[in-house]
């Protein structure tokens, strides 16, 4: 098993490079096009990938990285049945460019197709949370203050659910419906499960169209929080699938 204990603050610490680079450009104009998919991609998604790239070159030089925009671009690395990083450089690209604040950096590592660390950086809060298997997990606000989080029991009144601002769709709305949900929030990127992970909400689900490196790290920190993914069917939320697609999950706290 990769170290741990050496990896979590170097990660942390890169998460905060990458976020400084977003900023950058997040302060000027933006220059946006459209990829394969359709979807946005912008020079602070490139830029802040390259300096991730470059960094786990040299903190783990044997352990592949499957990132977006590279994958974007044609380039996919070999995987065995080893560790691999999955790198979403710049989560949440509508919202950059809406200038609302609700965007991530999110690395993570899998091992046994499950996250076994995860950093989520929110450059335009100053935030961040992290956590990794048998560390638990924290979170650091915007004076820079860590403190240890766990997700919350659900409350007696009726749960916090917490939706995607920008794909709620019909089903997810069913789903919330019927679910005994007392009060519905909406955030943007990874916000969603660090905000379950914090107890500031009990459930996420999400059955709008994923990619595994969209939701790794925040499920590595909602898991080191005590709380869990699966399925909609309750199965356990795997990676390392054939083209990186997620199906349906739900994210829930305690």
């Known amino acids: 098993m990769p170290d741990l204990d050496r990896l979590l603050p170097e990660i942390v610490a890169l998460a905060d490079r990458a976020g400084a680079v977003i900023l950058e450009h997040y302060h000027g104009d933006v220059a946006v096009r459209a990829k394969a998919d359709a979807s ?23 352990i592949p990285v499957v990132a977006e925009e590279t994958v974007a671009s044609g380039r996919v690395p070999e995987l065995d049945e080893g560790p691999f990083w999955l790198v979403d450089p710049l989560d949440g690209t509508k919202e950059f460019l809406s200038r609302n604040g609700e965007f991530t ?6 091992e046994g197709r499950l996250p076994i660390l995860g950093v989520v950086q929110a450059p335009a809060r100053a935030r961040a949370w992290w956590g990794a298997r ?3 997990a924290s979170a650091r606000d915007a004076g820079g203050n860590a403190r240890t989080i ?29 679910a005994g949900v007392a ?3 909406s955030a943007g990127s990874s916000l969603k499960f660090c905000l379950v992970a914090e107890g500031k909400a009990d459930l996420y689900p999400r059955f709008g169209r994923t990619m595994e490196w969209d939701v790794a790290a925040g499920h590595a920190v909602l898991a080191a929080a005590g709380g869990r993914v699966t399925t909609r069917d309750g199965a356990p ?3 390392r699938k054939p083209g ?7 994210a829930r706290g305690a």
Do not use: M
């Not at 950096?105 to 899998?110: D, E, T």
């Not at 029991?153 to 009726?158: E, N, R, S, T, Y």
């Open 150 to 178: 766990a997700v919350r029991k659900a409350p007696a009144g009726g749960i916090v659910a917490i939706a995607s601002r920008s794909h709620r769709d019909a089903e997810t709305q069913a789903f919330l419906d019927q």
């Open 237 to 239: 939320f795997l990676y």
């Open 105 to 110: 950096v999110n690395i993570a590592l899998i």
């Open 244 to 250: 990186f697609g997620n199906p349906p999950f739900i």
């Open 183 to 185: 009060e519905c929030i």
């Open 134 to 136: 048998g560390r638990g």
């Open 40 to 62: 946005p991609v912008t020079a602070a998604d490139e830029a802040a990938e390259a300096v991730i790239l470059a960094r786990l070159a040299e903190l783990t030089p044997e």
